[in-house]
């Protein structure tokens, strides 16, 4: 590593401070954006800093950023510059030389924030740059002139890669993720301007497409009915900058997204696409084809598919050599790299491709596979070497010319660095490690990378054990990895120790390498032996209450203790604790007597203080003599605690800060320790690290090593001789190297002295520690010892580690965490103690489980009273107490969630009631018939609210003064004189129109009969202007209103018709059922009902018989029921035990007299003899027999009498009922009709309403067409009037640049004549002899520049493109034309030396003329260019002149011509042919318009006659007036002669002032009198303003010296202010903000205060001025001669 050159500019340590430390090295690789510097040394930015590699040695140069973190970078290899910018408010872009790293210039531009690209021309000292959010500006410098030639801004574009042409500098390509973009450099002499020219991408296929222009369409199409066809914006309502880029989403093609891209010789550019596409694209005319693959020959495909396999070295450079040629027929290119042979190219696969290109088509061979995704390809200056750079940052190099496998140049880490230490001595080699786990080790001197091993698990924290070379490697998964690294260049894994699940934080180890402290979340802290031979135990571990923000450790040699501060974060009040305990080696030797079974360390082994501090701390460090130092977190302090009692506060027990020291630093921060506890380290967020002496605080040393854009530091650490720091930040991914530049001689012997002193402590324990570590094996997953328990009946274990309960093992012990395996252990060891229990348990619990099974099965034999509930047979009360909480809780969250999803129905109901059905003032109901499938409904109307009304009332009363208006004009006396011919074919008319409008033909619509009134209507004709028609809009839809009003009225009265009929059917159903019970029938009754359509109130109320699930009764309610039914019971048992009604009932069947309606009930009683045998009767019985046989005939009659009077009333009755039906569903069928009609009726009228509001959509669509036309038109005559200034402005300097051509022109002539003359006195042969050498000229001039035959610009890079570099390179040719050799024989020395002078100046003439013909020839181009772009705007402008008078002739006949919608009836329209005429030139009038012309007409031509008559009389007057206009014409001749005359008379004034004047001679002596004193007072007022400016010129004189003086003062005065004032802001920084805000305020005021007084004097100042000016100009006017 080589020393580090810095970056001048920005944040500025003081110098004492800043040159005490200095970088050693830097590794790192942060943003992957590699450069060559020149053939052998490629650079990249890292963090601060950028490194500069050779590829042959692979030595490291350092460059530092003194601003912070390097931004964008650049390289040059052949002027070998470098630019980077800083990533500061306000970047700045800086320019330096290699190898002197001398600063050239800096570049300060307009970016607010950051920029992202930048890129060198391949010759020229020209660089762009492109910067970020919120310019997005692309600017082009010169970077030798430290000028700004151009630049222009891409609002909202991120650019991912910029390159300039390297044949033509004049273009450049910029590459972002949608789009390419070539940008044009034109030059105008001294002027630049860029020009863009965007490409048009493929798509997806590989096609494309023609650019479509939406904003002007190629063709207008028409259409009578729906207009005219405009653009999507004009649709879309569009009218600004949105209306020319506005592209519908079905017009939007998913195109290639361009990832990398790279020029060719030929000026194309080679663009590769993330879909695998390869593109070329033409840089001068922007046209794009598609590069395809060229197909592989049959037996290619044979040998492939034969052989799928070959090894990969077999395979180099073979065409698809990897099996299927599928597999890479596409692949995703993210870098490409051109040469003189081909195309290189490389993506996400990490196979690095070659693309030879014939044409349109390519063949791609496999050149090198290096499985890493590679992000750049970058070719060496010399095309020699091709540098490879992965995402995971490793670099390999690879030469084209020599083929074989990419060479690895440089490995770096693939994430940003966790942590860094030194090994064991501490002056030979460090460790770090990173985020993802990759372990690297050093050579401390060079800072070269020896070894490398990867985790592959994420890394929380390191630390290397000073008592053996092992390193300990935390995770956030809470293992620790141990590694060996006896050997630096072989490193490897010998332990893994799993303590827990929680992630360690960090990890320390004490100064003699016997502790390891592991601090974890949530409080834990373990103690592990860090030494190898005991196989790093873990000791134990303690649990602290609060969250533990640092750890310190300090060892005490003479006791034989380690001390262990940790820092606490106390959540309960705004200060720190810390809590300090003891470990003693006696832990390592007899662990069992300080720890419990579980693991935990006991109080009393470690002997454990507390401290509270009154500030809060973010970390803090202790040294040996109870001295803490703490870095504050609410104000950039470091605070001096010492943890004596004479420090302490008596309520709480609070100990105070000795002393605060200011940090001057601003963030979060931390403090570290150097190992003679003299050093310490202070580092924070903004990246400076402090170094302060720990007994005066002053600081020693500070360095910027890392910014604030990257996160500030990280962590840092001291070697254990103190010479080096390792510092490494958070998130710019370097790792620095700092080492003392110089020392007080005192500080270096007392480091060297505690380094000695504990190397003699660590030198026997480090060679044995170092000889067990070696002979432990290779740590493998599998090597992991697994534990075995004899418990078989242990299934599954879950034990509490931090309160939760979590599973900590599995079935096997090498996933198990090492407190796990405690608890385990412990589990165990009870289950076996206390075994013989557990069997007895167990039995007795089996016993019990018995007893309670059996009274479960008695129980449910008893009856339901003498049951006993489930759970009184649960004998864990507390688990039955529990588990009714749980299901209580689940009991509540369900009721709550239901109550919840219930409010939300509820809520929805009372919206949809509220829209759907509160608002409509007519609800919608059905009328079905009875016995057809016939239905009709209503219309359901909402209440219009009091906008509608008001506007419907505004539009009837401006209707109303309309017609009032039309009927005034009718009656003009005029009008009735000039058209009294036209009023009777007017009446005709309207007669006719009367005939007509009882046939509705020309209203359109049917509605008027129907309850609509048209009369308010506009007619048809008339709506011409947007507010008819809206107006006519709000008629129509009052019409709609009225007539669905009306038919709801027919509705109400059918609804109400057959409400009337079911009440009529259910009165005759009930005697319906009457007479069928009297006939003993079952026949079913009709019963018509309302259905839920026909009321649709019934659906929202919810009937019990809806309800299918039981109902949910609460207690009261239950006991109300259970009441109610006690009482219906005693009811019916006293009504039971009624005598009365009991005898009534057996006597007389419940009634006191038999209806007749009851007949059909009676039954005549048999005798009682019925059931003896008829032989036995006697004669009475006999004759009772006979009466009894005639009685029950006799009612027999009766009764089917009775039934045939049922059954005809029975028939009437549903003879009625049917009757009355149907006549209703006749209604109803009519009523139904009546609706189709009034639909269609409406469906004329919101057809209407359809028309008009297309119409206005359309005139609103081409208002706002023509709104964008306009902007449009605006914004092309800004540019045209820009582009006519620059043409004019052109064209001027062009022709003074012309007329400086001709002079150098014909300067150049000159000399070539001045020649013979001057060498005259030569004699002829020599002169002939000069003249063919004077005439001889030297080679074109060329730089020297990538001669290898590689490079592809060879024969375009050697172009110069500034006129003094092309004068140098003359001059240079010049000198070997100049030689002696070249003279000829014969010639003198000083004629010769003449000669070569005068032939310089010719070839510099000639030189000058050339340039000066290139740059008019550049300008006549620039202007013919803008004299293009001037006639293309001109012709846009003349197109959308065009457009806009075709949008107003639209307008126009959308206004006139109407859509009018006419009722014809079927048949009434016949034509005789089958062709319909065509009649779109056709136009439809009212017949009155054309009487009203004809009576027009009639009256012209009667006026016509009139006038001809009087024509004819007028005629006779005109031969008079000819004569008398004859003599007037020679009248006036005369007097302009005579007018001639008296001009040609001379008179001068003084001569009519003779003439005029009485008193001639005493005017004039007056005059002179009067001119004489004037005289005088103005040669007394010119002596008094002499000697006044004299005077103030000797004032003005003493001034300047008084204040040069003054100013030399304050000069001297401002120096000493700069250094107090810069003081003073660090005290300031670190004093009390109230009290500085405070002074603030009141400078603040006190400045206002003078700025306003001094705008007051300037006011004054001017107020003056003008006054003076007022005074001098009446003075004047006062004292005219004066």
Known sequence: MEPLAEASGGRCCSSAEESALEVSWVQGFSNKNFGFINNQTA?????????????????????????????????????????????????????????????????????????????????????????????????????????????????????????????????????????????????????????????????????????????????????????????????????????????????????????????????????????????AIDAGTCSVSVLQQKPLPEYMYKILDIVPCVCREDRKRKIFPCGNPKDLQKPGLSSMAFCNKGLYAAGSEGILLFYHIKGRQFE??????????????????????????????????????????????????????????????????????????????????????????????????MVCCPSSNSVAVGTKKGQIYFLDVTQAEAPRVVHRMFLSTFSVLSLHCDQSGQFLIARATEGHIFILDARPSKLFQVLGYIVLADEVLDLSVVSDFKNDLVEVMVLLNVAEVQKARLEIFFLSSALTTDNDKYVTEQGMLVASAIKREQYDLDYPLSSAVRLKDNIVYGYCTCAPFICKYHLSKENMLEEPSVYLSEKRTPSNQFGSGFLCLSPNSRWLASAAKDGVLFIYHTSTMDILAQKYCHSYQGGGIRSMVFSLDGNFILVNGESDGALVCLKWKKMKKIEAEEAAFHWKSLLAILNKSTLNENVVLKSMAEFTPESLPEEKFKEPSLQSTSVEENGNISSLYSANT??????????????????????????????????????????????????????????????????????????????????????????????????????????????????????????????????????????????????????????????????????????????????????????????????????????????????????????????????????????????????????????????????????????????????????????????LTVQDSEIKAEKYLSQQEREKAEMLANLEMERRRADTDNERLRALNDMMGGVLEVKKEDILKIDIPPPSFISKPERIWNDEEKEIFREYEEKVKE????????????????????????????????????????????????????????????????????????????????????????????????????????????????????????????????????????????????RTPKRELLLDTANPYRDCSVSVEDYTEALTLLRKAMNELDSPEHMPDGLDQSVWERFCLARRNKIESEELVKWKMRTLSEMQAFLQSRMDDNDNITLEIEGIFQELTWLHKEKMKLHLNLTIQFLLKQGQVEIESTEIPDYRDAVLINKSVIEELNCAIMAQGEKKVASMVECKDFSKGIFQLEWEHKKMRMQIEDLNQKARDILTLNISKDRQLFLTELNYNSRIAHRISVMEQSLGIMDELHKKNVKRRQKRVKELEKRISLKNQANYELSLELKEMLASVSERRHISEAADTKYASEIAKQRYQEILKQKHLRGLVKEQEEQFEILQAEVQRLRSRTFPIL
């Open 43 to 279: 650079c990249y930015p890292c963090g601060n800093y950028i490194l500069f590699l050779d590829i042959e040695t692979k030595k490291t140069t350092v460059l530092q950023c003194q601003t912070g973190q390097v931004g964008a970078f650049a390289a040059n290899g052949n002027a070998q510059v470098l630019a980077f910018s800083d990533r500061k408010l306000n970047p700045i872009i800086y320019i330096y030389a290699f190898p002197e790293l001398s600063k050239l210039t800096e570049l300060k531009g307009n970016a607010q924030l950051d920029y992202t690209l930048l890129a060198f021309s391949f010759t020229g000292p020209y660089l762009a740059s492109y910067s970020s959010i919120p310019e997005f500006i692309l600017s082009v410098w010169n970077w030798q002139e430290n000028t700004l030639l151009c630049s222009e801004s891409q609002p909202g574009v991120a650019v991912t890669s910029l390159s300039f042409n390297p044949t033509n500098w004049q273009q450049l390509c910029s590459v972002n993720e949608s789009s390419v973009i070539v940008w044009c450099i034109e030059r105008n002499n001294d002027e630049h301007h860029l020009k863009l020219n965007p490409v048009e991408l493929p798509d997806v296929e590989g096609s494309v497409s023609p650019h479509k222009d939406l904003f002007f369409p190629v063709s207008h199409s028409e259409d009578s009915y729906y207009g005219p066809d405009l653009p999507v914006s004009a649709i879309a309502g569009l009218v600004g900058d949105e209306a020319q880029t506005f592209m519908p989403r079905n017009y939007i093609k998913c195109s290639v997204h361009p990832t990398a891209h790279c020029w060719t010789a030929t000026s194309e550019i080679y663009v590769g696409c993330k879909e695998g596409n390869v593109l």
């Open 364 to 461: 791609m061979n496999v050149c090198a596979d290096i499985s890493q995704p590679i992000s750049s390809l970058i070719f060496s200056p010399d095309y020699t070497v091709l540098l490879l750079v992965t995402d995971q940052g490793t670099v390999y190099t690879y030469k084209p010319a020599h083929g074989g496998e990419a060479v690895k140049l440089l490995e770096t880490c693939s994430s940003c660095f966790l942590a860094a230490d030194f090994l064991t001595p501490g002056n030979k080699y460090c460790v770090s490690v990173t985020i993802s786990g990759e372990v690297q080790v050093w050579f401390l001197e060079d800072g070269t990378c020896l070894s490398k091993l990867n985790l592959d698990i994420e890394a929380a924290a």
């Open 814 to 1099: 090498r996933d198990m965490t090492w407190i796990g395996q405690k608890i385990k252990k412990v589990i165990i060891e009870e289950t076996q103690r206390f075994g013989n229990q557990k069997k007895e348990l167990e039995m007795g619990i089996k016993k019990l489980r018995k007893t309670i099974q059996k009274m479960m099965h008695e129980n449910e034999q008893v009856p339901d009273i003498e049951k006993l509930q489930q759970q009184e047979f649960n004998l864990d009360m507390e688990e039955q107490k529990r588990l009714q909480a749980e299901a209580d809780q689940e009991v509540a969250r369900v009721r709550k969630e239901m109550e919840m999803e219930t409010l939300a129905n509820h809520y929805l109901q009372d919206v949809i009631k509220q829209e759907c059905w509160d608002a409509m003032c007519v609800k919608g109901r059905v009328v079905k018939c009875f016995h057809m499938a016939c239905e009709v409904k209503n219309y359901p109307l909402k209440k219009r609210s009091e906008e509608e009304l008001k506007s419907l009332e505004k539009v009837l009363q401006l209707k109303k003064i309309e017609t009032a208006d039309l009927k005034v004009q009718k009656k003009d006396p005029e009008m009735e004189s000039e058209t009294a011919l036209s009023n009777e074919e007017g009446e005709k008319a309207d007669k006719v129109m009367a005939d007509d409008g009882t046939s509705y033909c020309l209203t359109g619509s049917l509605s008027s009969q129907y309850g609509g009134d048209t009369s308010v209507l506009y007619h048809q004709w008339d709506l011409h202007t947007r507010e008819q028609k809206i107006n006519q809009i709000v008629l129509l839809k009052d019409i709609i209103y009225k007539v669905k009003n009306a038919f709801n009225k027919e509705f109400d009265i059918v609804a109400q018709q057959k409400k009337q009929e079911i009440a009529r059917v259910k009165e005759r159903n009930i005697r319906i059922r009457e007479i069928l019970a009297q006939l003993d029938l079952q026949l079913e009754v009709w019963e018509p009902a309302f259905t839920d359509d026909e009321i649709p109130e019934q659906a």
């Open 1195 to 1338: 009612l027999e009659e009766e009764k089917e009498k009775y039934r045939m009077v049922l059954k005809n009333k029975l028939k009437k009755l549903e003879a009625s009922i049917q009757e009355t039906t149907q006549n209703f569903d006749k209604a109803v069928c009519k009523l139904s009709e009546r609706k189709v009609k009034l639909e269609m009726v409406i469906y004329q009228e919101e057809l209407k309403i359809v028309n008009l509001i297309y119409a206005l959509l359309l005139d609103e669509e081409l208002d706002t067409r023509a709104a964008g036309l306009n902007n449009f038109l605006m914004k092309k005559e800004k540019e045209k009037v820009k582009t006519a200034k620059t043409v004019r402005t052109t064209e001027s300097k062009i022709e003074d640049y012309a007329d400086v051509y001709e002079i150098a022109l014909a300067e150049d002539t000159d000399l070539q004549c001045d020649f013979t003359r001057e060498f005259a006195d030569v004699p002829e042969d020599l002169l002939d002899e000069l003249i063919q050498l004077y005439k001889h000229r030297p």
